[in-house]
């Protein structure tokens, strides 16, 4: 049973560029959040998509959009972007009504 | 507002001892619930352990268990008999329950345990 699949594992960006990151939940699952985590931070909620639409945002601007399809699967995408975006960026799936999150490994973006 | 507060940035541990990482939590909610996620180098967060608000055991999973303090609003984790693959990040974790509570994740600032053999 597949986890979360996270790709690309590693991003290398220019500032003012835009990136899309993706995200494919495990099997079963319906929702998926997304979360940046600074270098040695806690991860901080981005937004989280629920039958395609963004059901809650955290404090992020509207450089951060992001996308469910009807696979359930996401992406993320920051446009012009800041050289403070560089952080690992992780996709977590759940299914509604249920505690338990499934974490991919991240994409780690740096922004030079 | 909900906050995770961990104010140990590191920690040692001797192999096959046990180690109690701290974990306190502000919130105004009746119903959440709390998590302990391990991050190894590689990344990605590993789910351990979770406690709901109005459990009224302290939750066990392995080698791991929850030490919750509701009064307190602590929810130390214990890890007994360390591992040397116990080396990682820990991060407490909170979430609110209830009609319209989407399930996002407030995260504290994570402790690092290193195992020592």
């Known amino acids: 049973d597949a986890g979360v699949t996270q790709s690309p594992t590693h991003l290398i960006k220019t500032r003012g560029q835009q990136v899309t990151l993706r995200c494919s939940p495990k099997s079963g699952h319906d929702t998926v959040s997304w979360y940046q985590q600074a270098l040695g931070q806690g991860p901080q909620f981005i937004f989280q998509y629920y039958e395609e639409e963004e059901r809650q945002r955290g404090n992020f601007p509207d450089r951060f959009s992001g996308h469910q399809f009807p696979n359930y699967s996401s992406e993320l995408n920051v446009n012009a972007l800041l050289l403070g975006d560089s952080a690992l960026y992780l996709c977590?799936?759940?299914?509604?009504?249920?505690?338990?999150?499934?974490f991919g490994s991240g994409t780690r973006l740096t922004v030079v | 507002a909900q906050k995770i507060t961990q104010t140990q940035p590191g920690m040692f541990v001797q192999e096959k001892e046990a180690v109690t990482l701290d974990c306190t939590y502000d919130t105004s909610d009746q119903s959440y619930g709390l998590f302990w996620y391990k991050q190894p180098s590689s990344g990605e967060m590993i789910f351990l352990i979770y406690q709901g608000s109005y459990d009224e055991q302290n939750a066990t999973e392995g080698r791991y268990s929850l030490n919750f303090q509701k009064a307190r609003k602590s929810a130390n984790l214990v890890i007994s008999a360390s591992q040397l693959g116990d080396s990682a990040m820990y991060f407490c974790a909170m979430r609110r329950w209830g009609s319209g509570n989407t399930g996002k994740l407030i995260f504290g600032q994570g402790t690092t345990l290193q195992v020592k053999p």
């Open positions: 977590a799936s759940s299914q509604a009504g249920s505690y338990g999150y499934t």
